[in-house]
Each structure stands twice: as structure tokens, then as C-alpha cells.
């Protein structure tokens, strides 16, 4: 399962996992009632027949999304070996300008979310094996009128290292990736003026997240894995 996966790295996460070598027979695609996650539904779903493509809308800046979901898994049959939490939200502010419900937002979306997830994930006993947290650099180290979003990427990699200790008896990998710029449409709310075509693509990290869940990943486990051009 991939959450915010109508664009971006989501997107490209889907349309890599898809693929044959991969060897996933089913695939949920989260996020938000839109067309572009219909339209990125069909399009992974013509990549190979043999993977079946689920879409399931949800909106997990909603904290009852998460209960939702499970209740879509269960009643399709569906169990999960594998979590890919992406989905972000950021409105920047310094914390002059800032709104609490926006810093409230950006941390249901970007921390609570994924902690719900989890949990419900655990406690519906699905197989996992694979959770990859998506965090940023920006959690390592801030940046002015970055607040809201620094703040809970840094939440999100201390989160991953507690799992990481907590599942590790489970047989559960807890994987951790910390992109830097990447042209997605949250890197543009954060940095409008930047040029897209000079940085990072959604499609390097979707590689880094493939072989990170494959048996040569196994060999670059890292408390917290940073991933820039």
C-alpha cells in the first residue's frame, strides 16, 4: 500500500512496484478522491496484468481516515506485506506567520497518519514485512520559514527509529528515506521560484525505495537513509 499516490513520488513508487521483477501480485494506491488517482490507477494497472491495482480513496488529514481504510482492506480480503508512507502536506510559515491548525494539519498528514497505519496495520495482523516511512532533509536540519514541515519530518525519523527497534523482533524491516529536492508538487509550495528540471525526480527516489525492499537493500540498513543528487 502507497499513500499519496496519485503524483509524485507515490506515483512513481506504484509504476515501479508494478512491474513484473518486482514480484507484488496486488497494489492499493492511497489518496484523495481525484482524477489524477483514477488516471494513475489505469495507467499502473496497464503495466502489468498480472499485479491488480486497487484504488482506495481516503483523506488522512481526517484522523478517522485511517479506520476507513482498514475497513476497505478487510472487507476486499486484502492483507499488506508492504507500507509506503509518502503522503505529505506543508503550508511554510515562519512562527510569526503560522496557523496552529495548519501545524496541526501538516502533522496529522505527515506523522499521525503513518502512526495510525501502522498501528492498525499491527493490530489487524497483517503480514508486514516492509514499512518505508518517506521523512526529508529537512528533518535533519531546518530551514527558516520551515517550521511546521521540519518539524514533523524530524518526528517522522525518530518515529522510524523507535519502530525500527520495536518491529525488528517481528521480522518487520522499518526503512526510512530522507529525500532532499525533489520535483514534486509539495517541494513547489515549499520552494516556488526553484527550477524543477535541476533537481531530484520522484521516479530516482521510487528506485531507492525498490531496492531498499529488495534482498541488496538488506545490505545498506541505516538509521536514517538520505537520498540527493
Known amino acids: 500500500m502507497i499513500t499519496g499516490a496519485s503524483r509524485g513520488i507515490g506515483l512513481e513508487t506504484a509504476k515501479s512496484l508494478a512491474l513484473p521483477e518486482s514480484g507484488f501480485s496486488k497494489i492499493v494506491m492511497l489518496a484523495r478522491p481525484s482524477q489524477e488517482l483514477s488516471d494513475g490507477c489505469d495507467y499502473v494497472a496497464s503495466i502489468n496484468p498480472d499485479c491488480e491495482v486497487v484504488k482506495l480513496e481516503a483523506d488522512l488529514s481526517d484522523p478517522a481516515a485511517a479506520d476507513h481504510v482498514f475497513g476497505v482492506l478487510d472487507s476486499q480480503k486484502i492483507r499488506l506485506t508492504t507500507m509506503v508512507n509518502n503522503a505529505g502536506f506543508t503550508r511554510p510559515a515562519s512562527i510569526n506567520e503560522a496557523e496552529l491548525a495548519d501545524f496541526q494539519k501538516t502533522m496529522q498528514v505527515n506523522v499521525y497518519s503513518p502512526f495510525q497505519l501502522i498501528q492498525g496495520a499491527l493490530r489487524h495482523n497483517h503480514p508486514l514485512t516492509h514499512l518505508i516511512n518517506i521523512a526529508s532533509t529537512a528533518g535533519i536540519g531546518g ?24 518491529l525488528k523482533p517481528y521480522g518487520i524491516d522499518v526503512i526510512c528515506l530522507s529525500p532532499g529536492r525533489c520535483a514534486t508538487d509539495l517541494r513547489k509550495t515549499l520552494a516556488p521560484d526553484e527550477d524543477p528540471n535541476t533537481i531530484m525526480q520522484p521516479d530516482e527516489v521510487a528506485s531507492v525505495i525498490k531496492l531498499m525492499i529488495s534482498p541488496l537493500g538488506q545490505l545498506l540498513k541505516s538509521q536514517n537513509l538520505v537520498v540527493r543528487t
Open 143 to 166: 530551514r527558516s520559514g520551515w517550521l511546521t514541515y521540519s518539524a514533523s519530518k524530524a518526528a517522522v525519523i525518530s518515529m522510524s527509529e523507535v519502530l525500527r527497534e520495536e
